[in-house]
């Protein structure tokens, strides 16, 4: 089992910058693909970003790219989402991701393990 847990949310103006951080626990040497999704108040859980592991190969929403970055730190089997530039479109729970498959998807189904997800509010 892989459980995943994140923290590093919170409240920021818009303009403003967080970093998320996503920490793996279990058998983290089966996940070869991480990734971060954002469920906004009365919307659906949407694809952010994901990068495999071992590697670089890296995918991004395009709402979030060239403002988001998605890294890995092997060592203390954590993942981290660099947002910058954030808007209150961006404001939303962000949930980690782990895939225990080699695709960089973007569905909620390429997907096996999920974090309870982190608080980011965006206020204009």
């Known amino acids: 089992q892989v459980q995943l847990v994140e923290s590093g949310g919170g409240s920021v103006q818009a303009g403003g910058s967080l970093r998320l951080s996503c920490t793996a626990n279990g058998r983290t040497y089966i996940t070869n693909v991480w990734g971060w999704f954002r469920q906004a108040p009365g919307k659906e859980r949407e694809f952010v970003a994901a990068?495999?592991?071992?590697?670089?190969?890296?995918n991004y929403a395009e709402s979030v790219k060239d403002r988001f970055t998605i890294s890995r730190d092997d060592g203390k089997n954590t993942v981290y989402l660099e947002m910058t530039s954030l808007t209150p479109e961006d404001t939303a729970v962000y949930y980690c991701?782990?895939?225990?498959?080699?695709?960089?998807?973007?569905?909620?189904?390429?997907?096996?393990?999920w974090g309870q997800g982190t608080q980011v509010t965006v206020s204009s």
């Open positions: 991701a782990a895939s225990f498959g080699g695709y960089v998807g973007s569905l909620r189904s390429d997907y096996e393990r």
């Open positions: 990068m495999r592991s071992p590697g670089s190969n890296k």
